[in-house]
């Protein structure tokens, strides 16, 4: 993102807050749930898979653009099996927004005309070869490895994204130092244990708390050592501190949220439904519907939610941007504007 981008986000995020007037700047936007892979804590490929047409699709990009979103990101499921991402992916930026996907990387080598075509990708790995395919399958790891390498040639602006298990806590350093060699960013995400999303097995996956508190220690001590890693420590800190990881979130029911979710990013299903984010699918939370009852009465209904607090370190990041924390804000700023190298050195993965 070209420092111009970041300002005139910015100032648009600054005066929707301070006229009080919400705009859906962030949309996570699911395609399909449909997947080429099976990993062992997401419930993906079990759901319905719901189509929307591509007319329908254009319509609401243009409705959203014409409410003000800034970035629309392409999920799955797997986004690249959707045949028509590519028509989509053009429309987001002719309408002036830019476009995002989030991929497991299986066919990233083979779709990079695509890849090249949008702003960011999101590439999901979990560690070294055997904690990789422990979780997302056999035969998987080089794949996203292929996938990584083929972005890091083409100058992708890319980042790496990372689900700590009970099988996978011993990758942080391995991931920071992947991310480092390639000069890019790494999130890390404690898996959720919501059964709609996540399966009903998802939670045997969750770690101890206190080995979840040691990882995310870590993760902020590398943070502050200037490692790569693309939340603020204040996010990770929110995970950090929450005290019941059985808990997803908490709600107050008849309470309006002073979370940011739902009135400045939101969550859409493949068959239309708007969430305020994706903690609320399967809940008790009753959307309403993009295609059937138009964006703008679907997004305005998602705003209207009674969550108070998660331990999602995303979404608490996401939440600090729009609540204008300077820590967030200030970590936004330098991970989205990171230098970048012209042209990648020789291609090497840390040992």
Same mark, same amino acid.
């Given at each position: 993102?070209?420092?111009?981008?970041?300002?005139?986000?910015?100032?648009?995020?600054?005066?929707?807050?301070?006229?009080?007037?919400?705009?859906?700047?962030? !949309?996570? +936007?699911?395609?399909?749930?449909?997947? $080429?892979?099976?990993?062992?804590?997401?419930?993906?490929?079990?759901?319905?898979?719901?189509?929307?047409?591509?007319?329908?699709?254009?319509?609401?990009?243009?409705?959203?653009?014409?409410?003000?979103?800034?970035?629309?990101?392409?999920?799955?499921?797997?986004?690249?099996?959707?045949?028509?991402?590519?028509?989509?992916?053009?429309?987001?930026?002719?309408?002036?927004?830019?476009?995002?996907?989030?991929? $497991?990387?299986?066919? !990233?080598?083979?779709?990079?005309?695509?890849?090249?075509?949008?702003?960011?990708?999101?590439?999901?790995?979990d560690g070294r070869k055997d904690a990789h395919e422990r979780q997302r399958g056999a035969n998987t790891w080089q794949k996203v490895m292929d996938a990584i390498d083929a972005c890091a040639r083409a100058n992708v602006d890319f980042f790496l994204s990372a689900v700590v298990t009970r099988q996978s806590l011993d990758e942080i350093d391995w991931l920071i130092e992947l991310a480092r060699r390639h000069g890019v960013m790494v999130n890390f995400q404690i898996p959720q244990v919501n059964p709609e999303m996540y399966g009903a097995g998802a939670r045997q996956w969750v770690p101890d708390p206190a080995d979840i508190r040691k990882t995310v220690n870590?993760?902020?001590?590398?943070?502050?050592?200037?490692?790569?890693?693309?939340?603020?420590?204040?996010? +990770?800190?929110?995970?950090?501190?929450?005290?019941?990881?059985?808990?997803?979130?908490?709600?107050?029911?008849?309470?309006?949220?002073?979370?940011?979710?739902?009135? +400045?990013?939101?969550?859409?299903?493949?068959?239309?439904?708007?969430?305020?984010?994706?903690?609320?699918?399967?809940?008790? %939370?009753?959307?309403?519907?993009?295609?059937?009852?138009?964006?703008?009465?679907?997004?305005? *209904?998602? @705003?209207? *939610?009674?969550? %108070?607090?998660?331990? $999602?370190?995303?979404?608490?990041? $996401?939440?600090?941007? %729009?609540?204008? *924390?300077?820590?967030?804000?200030?970590?936004?700023?330098?991970?989205?504007?990171?230098?970048?190298?012209? @042209?990648?050195?020789?291609?090497?993965?840390?040992?």
């Open positions: 993102m070209t420092r111009g981008q970041k300002l005139r986000i910015g100032g648009r995020i600054l005066l929707a807050k301070v006229t009080r007037k919400p705009r859906p700047f962030f !949309v996570q +936007y699911s395609l399909l749930n449909a997947c $080429n892979a099976d990993c062992a804590y997401c419930n993906c490929p079990q759901r319905e898979d719901p189509r929307a047409d591509v007319a329908a699709h254009l319509e609401v990009l243009r409705e959203f653009a014409r409410l003000g979103a800034a970035r629309i990101k392409f999920l799955g499921g797997e986004p690249l099996l959707c045949p028509h991402l590519e028509r989509l992916a053009d429309e987001v930026r002719a309408l002036g927004m830019r476009s995002a996907v989030v991929t $497991n990387g299986f066919l !990233v080598p083979q779709r990079m005309a695509l890849i090249r075509r949008l702003d960011e990708v999101v590439i999901s790995i870590r993760i902020i001590e590398a943070k502050q050592g200037g490692a790569p890693v693309l939340f603020s420590t204040r996010s +990770y800190r929110r995970t950090f501190e929450w005290s019941d990881f059985a808990r997803e979130r908490i709600e107050r029911p008849g309470d309006l949220s002073p979370c940011t979710a739902g009135r +400045y990013f939101l969550q859409m299903e493949p068959n239309g439904d708007i969430y305020p984010c994706v903690l609320h699918i399967g809940g008790s %939370f009753v959307p309403k519907n993009a295609f059937r009852d138009g964006v703008e009465a679907a997004w305005r *209904h998602a @705003s209207a *939610h009674s969550c %108070f607090a998660c331990y $999602n370190t995303w979404l608490n990041e $996401n939440r600090g941007i %729009f609540d204008l *924390h300077p820590a967030i804000l200030r970590n936004f700023w330098d991970n989205y504007l990171r230098p970048r190298p012209a @042209s990648r050195p020789p291609l090497s993965r840390p040992s």
